[in-house]
Nanobody
Framework: VQLQASGGGLVQAGGSLRLSCAAS????????MGWFRQTPGKEREFVAA????????WHSDSVRGRFTISRDNAKNTVYLQMNSLRPEDTAVYYC??????????????????WGQGTQVTVSS
């Protein structure tokens, strides 16, 4: 599965963005998907995950209530709707597939394939 993330950009604090991650191949719907983010000099942070079927999600404490992960298996795409953005959300955002197919829960999530990342910059 190859992943292509898009939708990043520059937005003012309080604004919204929707990230998309398009996957190639016919196995996308078998795997949970996750979003991570990283800033220079820091470890990659796990932000959100969704099961293969889309019936269960997980969001980190830092984004819960502001970000929402979703997926459309018919379009081989996973989304991250980001509302009420803050300057500390500034990062490169990456999508990833889970290692295990048909995992029943969103977490634990063990990333396997990675997309190339999309930059999100939130100005104060």
């Amino acid at each position: 599965v190859q992943l292509q993330a898009s939708g990043g950009g520059l937005v003012q604090a309080g604004g919204s963005l929707r990230l998309s991650c398009a996957a190639s191949g016919r196995t996308f719907s078998r795997y949970g998907m996750g979003w991570f983010r990283q800033t220079p000099g820091k470890e990659r942070e796990f932000v959100a995950a969704i099961t293969w079927h889309g019936d269960s999600t997980w969001h980190s404490d830092s984004v819960r209530g502001r970000f929402t992960i979703s997926r459309d298996n018919a379009k081989n795409t996973v989304y991250l709707q980001m509302n009420s953005l803050r300057p500390e959300d500034t990062a490169v955002y990456y999508c990833a597939t889970d290692t295990t197919a048909y995992r029943p829960h969103a977490v634990p999530f063990v990333p396997n394939n990675w997309g190339q990342g999309t930059q999100v910059t939130v100005s104060s």
